[in-house]
C-alpha cells in the first residue's frame, strides 16, 4: 500500500510516495522530466512485493510547497541536498538510490558527492553526468538527440508545453507511458508554476555534469536502444566515471520511458542490484 506524506526539507514541503515493507532493504526512487513520482507506481508496488521499502520523492518544482523563484534555486547542488535531507528526514544512513532521466542525473551526483550515504545506485537512461556531458560534446548522434534542450531552456517556452493541456508532452509519452499515469504526469506539470519550476533544471545546467566526481560505489545503468535522448556514446563512457564497479543492462527495442514501459525488467535489475550490492559484470553488454 502506498502512502503520500508531505515532508518538510531545507525549508520546503516535499510530497513522498512512501511503500512500507518487511525486509531489510530501502530505496529512495527519483523521477525525470516531466514526470513525477507515479511514474514508479508499478516499480515500487512490485519491489514492496519483495520486501524493499521504498520512497518515491516529488522533486524540487514538482512539490507544489517546493517550487522556489529563480533559476539558481534548481542547480545541481540543490537538487542533491533535498535528497540527502530527505534520507535525513526518514532516518537512513545510508540507501539505495534509484533515479530515471533527470532523477538518474540527480542519483549520480549524490552517490559522487556523498558516497557514505549511499550503498548502490540504478540509473535508469541517463550515464553518468560527466560522460553524459562528454557525449553532448563530442558526438554528433548525442548532440541531435540532446537539440530539444535549446528549446526547453528558450524563455516562453513553459507557454508552449502547456498549450492544449499539455498535448506535446502527452504526444512525446506516446504508448510507452500508460494513460492513467501520463494524465497524473501531466495534470502536476499544469499545476502553477510547475512546468516553469521543471523547466528550470535545464536552464541551471551550466557546467554542472561534467563537473560531477567519479562515482567509487557500485552501480547499474540501464538503457534501452531506442531511447529518444540518450545515445549509445554516453553508456559506453560511462564507466570511466565510475571506479565503484557498473553493470550495463541493454534493453533491446526500448525506449526512454523505462519505469512505466518495463517495470518487470527495472525492478528486476534493482532487486539484482539490491541483493549483490558489490558485484558487478566482468564485461558489460554494449
Avoid at 530515471?100 to 541517463?126: E, I, K
Wanted: glycine share 10%; aromatic share 6%.
Amino acid at each position: 500500500m502506498v502512502t503520500t506524506e508531505r515532508v518538510r526539507l531545507r525549508g520546503l514541503e516535499f510530497e513522498v510516495d512512501v511503500r512500507a515493507a518487511d525486509g531489510e532493504h530501502a530505496a529512495v526512487l527519483l523521477h525525470g522530466f516531466p514526470q513525477s513520482s507515479a511514474s514508479w507506481d508499478a516499480v515500487g508496488d512490485a519491489l514492496a512485493g519483495h520486501g524493499v521499502r521504498s520512497w518515491a520523492l516529488n522533486q524540487r518544482g514538482y512539490s507544489p510547497g517546493a517550487r522556489p523563484d529563480g533559476v539558481e534555486a534548481y542547480r545541481l547542488r540543490e537538487l542533491v541536498a533535498d535528497v540527502v535531507a530527505l534520507c535525513d528526514a526518514i532516518g537512513l544512513p545510508a540507501v539505495h538510490l534509484v533515479g530515471h532521466d533527470w532523477g538518474a542525473v540527480v542519483a549520480w551526483a549524490v552517490a559522487a558527492q556523498h558516497p557514505g550515504r549511499v550503498t548502490s545506485v540504478t540509473a535508469l537512461s541517463v550515464p553518468h553526468p560527466a560522460a553524459f556531458a562528454a557525449a553532448i560534446a563530442d558526438d554528433p548522434a548525442q548532440r541531435e538527440k540532446s537539440s530539444y534542450m535549446e528549446f526547453l531552456i528558450a524563455p516562453g517556452s513553459e507557454d508552449v508545453l502547456a498549450a492544449d493541456g499539455a498535448a506535446g508532452l502527452r504526444l512525446g509519452f506516446g504508448a510507452a507511458v500508460p494513460e492513467e499515469v501520463a494524465d497524473r504526469h501531466i495534470a502536476r506539470m499544469l499545476q502553477p508554476e510547475a512546468m516553469k519550476s521543471g523547466l528550470n533544471w535545464y536552464r541551471a545546467i551550466g557546467g554542472d555534469w561534467a563537473a560531477v566526481p567519479p562515482v567509487t560505489v557500485p552501480a547499474t545503468l540501464i538503457w534501452g536502444t531506442e531511447d529518444i535522448a540518450v545515445a549509445r556514446t554516453g553508456v559506453e563512457l560511462c564507466g570511466e566515471h565510475v571506479p565503484g564497479g557498473l553493470d550495463v543492462v541493454v534493453l533491446d527495442g526500448r525506449g526512454h520511458w523505462l519505469p512505466e514501459e518495463v517495470p518487470a525488467e527495472v525492478t528486476a535489475a534493482i532487486l539484482r542490484r539490491l541483493a549483490h550490492p558489490t558485484e558487478t559484470a566482468a564485461d558489460p553488454p554494449l
